[in-house]
């Protein structure tokens, strides 16, 4: 397989790091406001500083720390894979690739709703992967052996199958770790997935979290999702406050007026 570029390693990491960000947020697992204070696991809300804007909601393409971090409340991948190789299932019920490792067939889990009510199903995975691995797209690479995309076909309602140009150990991690899957029924008159821009893209997912506002250089603010698959989460609202200042923000958390520090 072809190596992966420094930048595709890069959006791996930032990803790994929007991943325990939400974890964070939702099971209320946190540092320390100051000394000894700790954030309640049962709070009905949290503030969370970011050192910046979220630059894009578009989880097709988007690569800056602070828009994965926000895609990681709202959408979901497949799966993901933890540091010590073992697999979380998330959408996907089960992942078996085959013995020649050139396929991979993925069921789904049945039953999984978008946040506006509509169904979640395998023509929203296969739209999903089919925008992403489009090199105009812009973020295609985990995407791609040597110089030839991975495809993939609906095989049911609720089961996919990634056909690989050559096989490859690599291509189940890329395929569920860098891909957040979006609505079809949201995004289907949709003709450019380029566009990285954070007010062109509604925000319908199968995350935790759901986005209710958003003013540039202030803040966002996202509110639990009934929908969600994952169950009852611990944090209903979830305040994100700009603080770019180290300064400004030391006062913030020494006041109690931020939970979170990324």
Known sequence: MKRKSNK?????????????????????ISKSKKDGQQVSKNSSSLT????????????????????????????SPLARTNNDGTVTYELAKSIKQAEDGKSIDVKLRKGI??????????DDVVFTYTQKAKKENGKYESLWIGDKPISVEKVGDYEVKFILPAASAAAVNNL???????????????????VNDLGVYPTVGTGPYVLKKFTSGSSLTLTANKYYYGGKVNTKKINVRIIENADTLKVALQKGEVDLES
């Open 48 to 75: 969370y500083a970011f050192n910046a804007d979220p630059v894009s909601l578009n989880p097709i393409n988007s690569n800056d720390l602070w828009g994965l971090k926000t895609i990681n409340m709202i959408y």
């Open 113 to 122: 709703k978008w946040s506006d009510g509509k169904p979640f199903t395998a």
């Open 8 to 28: 595709g390693k890069w959006y791996a990491l930032i990803t790994i790091i929007a991943v325990l960000a939400v974890i964070a947020a939702v099971f209320g």
């Open 176 to 194: 569920t770790n860098e891909t957040y899957i979006i609505p079809k029924h949201i995004y289907k008159n949709t003709s450019d997935f380029s």
